[in-house]
């Protein structure tokens, strides 16, 4: 990446039928954001740049698979809100990001992101090298590149959060198979795959299971381009954790479709390789996609690592 090449800056681009289901205030906020396309090419999203001046974090969200930065779309209003300067991305070959040069899985994509930070902290987005925290947030998929980012440049960020994150080599019992979709000749037939996906992985209540849940899935599995991902299923976090220098907070949804049964094991874990291992969470009736299901308590347990 030329990291004398300014980023191109567009307003923000929401589909009609997600901002359809937004508040008009939080649909307002968001639209308040700049959407930032570096080389690559690889798009980020940003609000709150003006409270950098104030003091203010630097949190960058980064989604799961099969998603986008709309993965948080319930949590970067109130967090804008709370006068962070926020960094949503699109993780390369997700959303409106380009595939990675070379790969087709989560270690791909360690130095896209790296040298896209590096752009960053140089200048291109005017962000202090070193005068404030910059966490890193990662859900799921993005909690595996956080985690394998930091390992690899611990100087990148002061502060980790792992949020449903797989890639620790253990496996539920309980596991229910994802169904396929895109061979299916009728939307109707679509949508009923995709409930079964979100009820099955993404959502513990189906009351849950809103139109804004529907529309933001239906948009982001759409533009995954990484189908044949495997490494979610292998200990590469796990082996991560204990060259990850700067503290590592974990959130779970407490029925994480992804360890259902098992999560005292991942807790154990975290506490017996994690050496840096400032705080773990589990939030009560949510699934795997938190931030999403159980957004209030999401933020309360967010807060707390910040």
């Known amino acids: 990446m030329n990291l004398l090449q300014q980023p191109i800056q567009q307003p923000i681009q929401i589909a009609p039928e997600v901002l359809r289901c937004l508040p008009p205030q939080v649909a307002a906020s968001l639209l308040s954001g700049c959407r930032l396309q570096l080389p690559g090419p690889m798009v980020w999203h940003e609000w709150g740049r003006e409270c950098l001046d104030q003091g203010a974090s630097t949190l960058v969200l980064l989604h799961g698979g099969s998603g986008s930065w709309m993965h948080w779309i319930r949590n970067i209003a109130p967090l804008v809100a709370d006068g962070f300067h926020v960094l949503a991305v699109d993780l390369p070959g997700f959303g409106d990001s380009a595939l990675p040069e070379q790969g087709i899985d989560v270690d791909a994509l360690i130095e896209p992101l790296h040298a896209a930070w590096q752009a960053t902290v140089q200048g291109a987005f005017q962000l202090p090298r070193s005068s404030k925290q910059v966490s890193f947030i990662g859900f799921s998929f993005g909690g595996m590149a956080a985690a394998l980012w930091l390992a690899a440049y611990p100087q990148d960020a002061t502060n980790l959060v792992l949020v449903g994150s797989p890639g620790l080599g253990i496996q539920s019992p309980h596991r229910v198979p994802l169904k396929g979709w895109r061979h299916l000749a009728t939307e109707d037939l679509q949508d009923q795959a995709h409930r079964h996906n979100l009820l099955t992985l993404m959502l513990h ?63 154990k874990l975290f506490k017996n390789t994690t050496p840096r291992l400032a705080s773990w969470q589990l939030v009560e009736g949510a699934g795997h996609w938190v931030q999403f299901e159980a957004a209030e308590a999401f933020q309360l347990a967010l807060k707390k690592t910040l």
């Open 205 to 267: 209540d189906e009351r849950k299971l809103d139109d804004l849940a529907m529309s933001v899935h239906r948009l982001n599995v759409a533009r995954d381009r990484m189908p044949r991902r495997r490494l979610s299923s292998t200990p590469i976090v796990a082996n991560a954790l204990p060259r990850i220098e700067c503290p590592v907070h974990v959130i779970y949804g407490e029925w994480d479709a992804l360890y259902q049964a098992c999560m005292s094991e991942v807790e």
